[in-house]
T-cell receptor, first 113, second 113 residues
Framework: ETGVTQTPRHLVMGMTNKKSLKCEQH?????MYWYKQSAKKPLELMFV???????ENNSVPSRFSPECPNSSHLFLHLHTLQPEDSALYLC????????????FGSGTRLTVV | QKEVEQNSGPLSVPEGAIASLNCTYS??????FFWYRQYSGKSPELIMS????GDKEDGRFTAQLNKASQYVSLLIRDSQPSDSATYLC?????????????FGKGTTLSVSS
């Protein structure tokens, strides 16, 4: 496996469900990110992990909970989501948080019903 | 609020023409700038990075940066139908989620044969 791998590719969940999105990078990068992409809106940065340390982001609802157990893996835990949370969730990684481009995974298309 | 602005388009050019894509950003302290291409249903793909004022060329692509005007552009020479995609401008900024790339909404380019 090379690059950034996200699973699952598609996810349909009810508003009372709990699910997790997984991201794995095989690039030896030190920083990982979660972005949300909705129609007609720019990519929204949700969480940043630099050397496994997260920068708090109080603008993201608590129903989204990130986890970074090591520098290669990143999770996004989901619970009690709303229909407006339906979107493409993209994971990315980079060598460092400064001055490096990101490599994106293929994304998880999430539908909340 | 840290922002990256792009005209959403669509920008339509005939095959073989030069496509010009523009981007402005709000954070005067930003030091690294990127252009991504995103095909419909796919994740963003890095095509250019630029860090210093002036031009940077890579094949048919030229990125231009003017930090005093807080302006970045991408020129695509000899445009091909396969260049039809959404082009995202991204700027490295410090924001409430940490230091990361902030993206514009993207400009949709259509190249007609």
């Amino acid at each position: 496996e090379t690059g950034v791998t996200q699973t699952p590719r598609h996810l349909v969940m009810g508003m009372t469900n709990k699910k997790s999105l997984k991201c794995e990078q095989h690039l030896g990068h030190n920083a990982m990110y979660w972005y949300k992409q909705s129609a007609k809106k720019p990519l929204e940065l949700m969480f940043v992990y630099n050397f496994k340390e997260q920068t708090e982001n109080n603008s993201v609802p608590s129903r989204f909970s990130p986890e970074c157990p090591n520098s290669s893996h990143l999770f996004l835990h989901l619970h009690t989501l709303q229909p407006e949370d339906s979107a493409l969730y993209l994971c990315a990684s980079s060598q460092e948080v400064f001055n490096y481009g990101y490599t994106f995974g293929s994304g998880t298309r999430l539908t909340v019903v | 609020q840290k922002e990256v602005e792009q005209n959403s388009g669509p920008l339509s050019v005939p095959e073989g023409a030069i496509a010009s894509l523009n981007c402005t950003y709000s954070d005067r302290g930003s030091q690294s700038f990127f252009w991504y291409r995103q095909y419909s249903g796919k994740s963003p793909e890095l095509i250019m990075s630029i860090y210093s004022n002036g031009d940077k060329e890579d094949g048919r692509f030229t990125a231009q940066l003017n930090k005093a005007s807080q302006y970045v552009s991408l020129l695509i020479r000899d445009s091909q139908p396969s260049d039809s995609a959404t082009y995202l401008c991204a700027v490295n900024m410090f924001n409430q989620a940490g230091t990361a790339l902030i993206f514009g909404k993207g400009t949709t380019l259509s190249v007609s044969s």
